[in-house]
């Protein structure tokens, strides 16, 4: 089990380098859509965030109500 969550937060922390890349590239070819991508990248990051947040949640909800 502690592997399985190993991979999920690699794959979470690889979202947001993969994320930050491309807002990087994107300021870099369009400098005067840089607080409009930036705003849109931290949108994103917390949906990316919230949804594993809203399974633990769920998961926890569905084990105490279960027993």
């Known amino acids: 089990m502690d592997a ?5 937060a690699a794959a979470l922390m690889i979202g947001f380098g993969l994320l930050g890349g491309r807002l990087l ?3 870099a070819r ?3 859509l840089g607080p409009m991508l930036q ?8 949906l990316l965030d ?7 949640g769920l998961g926890l909800f569905l084990m105490f109500t279960k027993a």
């Open 30 to 32: 369009q400098p005067e």
């Open 25 to 27: 590239e994107g300021t």
């Open 50 to 56: 919230a949804v594993p947040m809203i399974g633990v």
């Open 4 to 8: 399985g969550l190993v991979y999920i």
């Open 39 to 46: 705003g849109k990248m931290f949108l994103i990051a917390g």
